[in-house]
């Protein structure tokens, strides 16, 4: 990966800032900058990989021991208990590299797994896979997505689950699900009731517990994302015949799209902290590479062109920022946030799109070759415009949640 | 212009703003919502009109009756002494009309030439000229932008002050002078030392008060900005042997560059929080058609394409608005602003033309008619693109900000 | 308006172009550039103004005595009937300035009327009406949009014309009528079937020629578009019992909405060869302006960002350029071209936007200013985004043709 | 790949082209449409893997048969000698599918390095290397570009030549050679000349043939691309005392440089060629999904947003297009086709962008898996944006071409 010199991320306390808040972006900052980004050639190696197995385990211990861990979970499960808001801050210090995530207990599916186990797990669940998925031994996976069904469209899911005595009994197909070659066990979004039931469109669905090894559940496939087939797969699996026990069954029948809707919507806000981290990232490798590469005449950073680069990813990464921490802040104050989110799930990946892509201009051909993280964070980028409800949903939502307003008889206001 | 029942603008209080600010805000929405917008066509009628005469004489007692005139001015001076934070979360409010700023003392030129005399003015220029230009007796306008000069190129300056016994002696052409035609005096900046001085280039200019009366003193035309000549007009106009007494010179002979930064600085600023208000009001104008109006098959508002400029507009009005507030905290926090002035200036303007643009569209050919105000807002947003230093200067300005903190060895801090 | 000096408009012949053509294009650049444009300044005086009537009509008996004038007609009219590919030449020469038009024979809405009364009119008519519009010695307009109808839904227009015995007594309301206050005669659409009649609801609608001066036709007023009243003013039309003999109506009852689509089609186009003359112009303008202005340390033409707009500005007009033509192709070679004239409706007026909004960048202040044709080139080009169709309603028409031709088994042809 | 139900590529003949043309059009269509976009998956299975090999041989020989092998080359070569324009609209068709481009003789680096052979290459040279390049029995690279040097700037090559007796000797370090590790032999550059060489800066390279058997030409890494290092992998080589005998050299001592240069230019222009094709392929997958895919409430057709997708890609890939058969016009009338090259070089491929962002969205996940080309494409688009010169290159040269008319006192003609 890129070379140590050229990412010394140091931060000064903000103003108006806890200074616990302070400490945490300063002693991340240390962290991410001393241990990770000089390494990631060894973080991002192969899986199993020796050094990278050693070189995990250290900073995880360092990480634990400076009471960094799992920053999204509150501390009662071996988290930070954070709050949105500082998560945005400590976040977007160690989204710098992506291999800082494992490093911090916050590597999704996981961290989303864990929050919905901490909110809708019975005692016996929290300690069956809370705890271990917590301590890092073990991996989860979401099975959500399926092939004949818009995405953006959750309630349309297909794969059912029946009861028959004690256990259900799950059949179906999914795809799109990010670490199922790893995952110990699957949270599985299944329709468990027929149509007509009680509560309506949005109580139709069941999260279940799904133990890898069940008999039944098999990977199809892992699935070519961007040519990729190897590491943390994307897998397409089905599920023939897999039997569970009853209590495998997560929080009350019917409430697998609420649940799904909770983790969505804060997964979405997590998407953008990392974005926010990305572009910072991406901005720095940019700009040290301008101060040190000649083209024709001079250095780059001495081109009005490029230099147009910088003041338009400042642009970009200061408003994705501030609408990342405003977005937060609202969440955490309690008032409804659907709106912001849906905001900010269109433009900041939209933005981390744009910085990244100026940086790989900067970088020419090397911009599209993994010596360096721009690759990955250009194909990330765009991977986030479709996921998690595309940006035409999104768009959509926003109006509609302007125009209720609207028809209540009041005119939006932007200051709440 | 717009019918009243368009626009109820009814603001909350926003979480961890003082209680001051609350209610200055909730204070002017009301007299905005109820004095200035349902009266807008009177209060844009003819100068010297007679019913807007007496109406902006029933506004500005009420404002100053109600503690809101001249929020840009300290107590000390007539005014609220607001802060540049309290100001934007003041002005997003009152420029939903721009009818509102002669009303709330805080119309430009006027407010920015208040500010310099405050800053720079003797005690007596004090008496003599700010004085009455804050309680509303004079106009004033600010001579600088000449035919042969870059806009962008204070330093360029031609206009020549010659002192001769105890007079400025001044010879030059000045355009681009918005309200000249108006107003009782000129702050004019002039060359008064010659090449190679001591201070160098940034000390060569000293600003000078000339009263509009001064023989030598002459407006040329009315320049047809955008096909216009009436009402505050911009102008060009001679100096021809122009005579004013030393006493009218503006701080020490050489500070007429760093007098106008300040100036332009603040201006922008200032110009950012007018961009957000007039944002706000023409999202407004343009939700409401989009409830009301029936087009092929259904309600606007059922229609993608313009739920879509809702979205778009929403996320560049609050990117724009937490940026114009970061930036006025950053000014009042007492750190070098330069950069994320320049990033709102260029940012900001540019949102704004996109928010107005797409308020016409679904206006159709009413948008492009004086009947509403979105076509003047247009014309202000492509205005505000080229004025005070173009964007591609404020592009190249952030560039070289942030280069010279690589230089110094430092990344840049995006959390300060 | 601008200096003679920038504009040499010299023009080579055109590869695998009749030589007809090529003679046509050469002797309308030498009649713009010798003649139209360094006298712009008269040309655009007030109406009536003595210069201006005299330079108009040498001009235009230069412009007839080359066999030049109302090229868009066919020559048993008094045209040139030079097809829609040759107009396409020729015009983006002749747009070059706008003050052309009416030299040329060839200002809307007199040309669209033109040729709605060649296709539609009776041999009566074409004498009465369409002669001496043809030579100059009539004016009129065009009477279509209403108040409350959606523009790009003509098939919803209000005004009704009721037969009482030999006479058609026209009630209703027009708004958006250009040139009204010049007519000698408006072409009106007007509802004439009552709902259910056959045909359906695209044969409801029948034009019918109103001279101005009969009782019941009233203008309110002259629309402030763009906050401009004067000369061919856009107005507010009344007709309250307006009474004209039958023989008034044009062509077929009922055939006023072919009529009208007729005529919008082949405006959008003529339009869009507006565009590209305009555009031309501004990046003539645009380029010159950089080869002698000074900025900070050099020339604009030196500066990265302004070559930038030279270079988008290349291809934005050689793309609506080329889209034009070949769109013009497309109609004469009697295939539908509905689809390109669609695409260049939206496609066109916005690269002409862009390439105005660079032109005036670089004039900084006198972009915006009426000494120079750009200010108005960007208000015409904004108006061209929602006048005859908003560009959403064309991107619609765009999809719904793609798609009816996959629905019926074929994939696209982009070579047709 | 995609389902072969998808594509049903079939074109009509274009009015005013030959009727050789023509029928080459439709019987590229006929053997794409039939024979490759099917069998995609097999075409881009693993190198010599079985099926891939004998398919891969089936179609190469009927594309012989038909008379439609190596359209870029000279009829003396056994090629087509199609000319730029023809091969413009064959190569539309045939680049529906990148499967096709070695069946029909054309892929890169080998089509470009036969282009060179043919100018350059003495009757022995052609006999050795060229012959059986044609024939499909070697394989080639071009190794040009270097770890230290702006790609744009190839005047900065280091790779050496030093002539020792009969040989050359060759040191240096070349990367991003496409095609190394799969090459019989490296058409290689080399700077041979001292500085202050006659001829200047222009003429101080010679392109020298190396076999890539040649001990010290080492291939160092298969770099990873996007991630990728499989298949026709792009290298990091290394030159290390390479001797080849003196006949190897290509052209002219000194020639190097404009051998480059003509094989770029060409190269750029087929690189666009092949980016509409690809363009219409996504054009047609996206809008074949639309009529198919049940999203909220409707098929997606049904949707605005998606409607105008549609749109936005037509008038995309009609300039594309139009401007891409345009510049071919140029190039084979014998005029100076840089300004035309440099402006398709930038704006072709990032109309390819947004038309295969646009269907990449539209298929959601799918869209960012191999299991559909467009991820590919994606890429793609990507890659040639700063490959071959970046897009800011281009337009800086755009500019300073039109900038040298104006110097001469001509204004530019859009005409020519």
Redesign the interface.
Known sequence: MSNASL??????P???LSDKINKV?QDTAEIVSTYIIPEEKILYGAEGDGPRVKLQMEVTDLVKRSGLWAPHLPEDYGGMGLGFMGLA?MN?ILAWSMASKRCFGLSAPNSGNQSVLVKYGTEEQKKKWLEPLVRGEMESCFAM?EPDV????PRAIRTSAVRDGDEWVINGRK??ISNANRADFAITMCRTEVDGAEGGVNHMMTQIIVPTDTPGFNIERA??????TAGEATCEITFSDVRVPLENQLGQRGSGHAAAQDRLGAGRVYHCMDCVGQM?RA??LM??R??E????GGLQ?T??????F???S??D???A???TI?CA?VID?GNNPR??I??IK??VPNAFHRVV?RA??VY??L?????LPL??M??HA??L???DG???V???L???N??KR??S????????
Chains 1, 2, 3, 4 share one sequence.
């Not at 818009?150 to 469209?153: D, T, V």
């Not at 699935?223 to 990729?228: L, Q, T, V």
């Not at 081109?303 to 147009?308: I, P, R, S, T």
């Open positions: 990412n010394v991320l140091k931060v000064e903000i103003r108006g972006r801050y977007e997505t818009a995405g953006s469209n795809w799109f699935m070519p994302i961007w040519g990729h910072w901005f720095d700009v040290k301008m101060t590469r000649e083209v024709h950073e081109k009005q062109f490029l230099q147009g910088i003041a338009d400042y642009m990464i200061q408003a920022r501030l609408m405003h802040e104050s709106t912001d849906s905001a269109v433009f892509d790989m201009q020419g051909g911009g599209v070759c993994s010596d690759e990955g250009y194909k765009r991977t415009r479709l996921a595309p940006d035409e999104h768009r959509i926003i109006a509609k302007v125009l609207y028809h008889g009041q005119c939006w206001d932007f200051g709440v």
